[in-house]
């Protein structure tokens, strides 16, 4: 059983700055692509940046030089660099791994972690 495990929300002024971090149990995941989503009360979940474990990450457009993701292949781990944040940036953030097969994929999700920003 895949379980996703994040930390790092929290309460920043606007300007400031969070990392958020994510590390999926289990292995032998293969082919797959790790990133983190956003849900805002009154608001569906969105996706803010992914990055395949070959290849060039993407971004949102609204978090395009703000944010940053990486990942941690021999850690299983994905992380989220948030930089400038705004008051439209408050929402709760879901690490999000979706492992592609031949005949589809499969999505696991973290529990979420909750970023407030306000002066």
């Known amino acids: 059983q895949v379980q996703l495990m994040e930390s790092g929300g929290g309460l920043v002024q606007p300007g400031g700055s969070l990392r958020l971090s994510c590390a999926a149990s289990?292995?032998?995941?293969?082919?797959?692509?790790m990133g983190w989503f956003r849900q805002a009360p009154g608001k569906e979940r969105e996706l803010v940046a992914s990055?395949?474990?070959?290849?060039?990450?993407n971004y949102a457009d609204f978090v395009k030089g703000r944010f940053t993701i990486s990942r941690n292949k021999a850690r299983n781990s994905v992380y989220l660099q948030m930089n400038s944040l705004q008051p439209e940036d408050t929402a709760v953030y879901y690490c999000?791994?979706?492992?592609?097969?031949?005949?589809?994929?499969?999505?696991?999700w973290g529990q979420g972690t909750q970023v407030t920003v306000s002066s």
């Open positions: 990055i395949p474990y070959v290849g060039d990450a």
């Open positions: 999000n791994l979706k492992l592609i097969y031949d005949t589809g994929t499969r999505e696991y």
């Open positions: 289990g292995r032998g995941f293969g082919h797959n692509v």
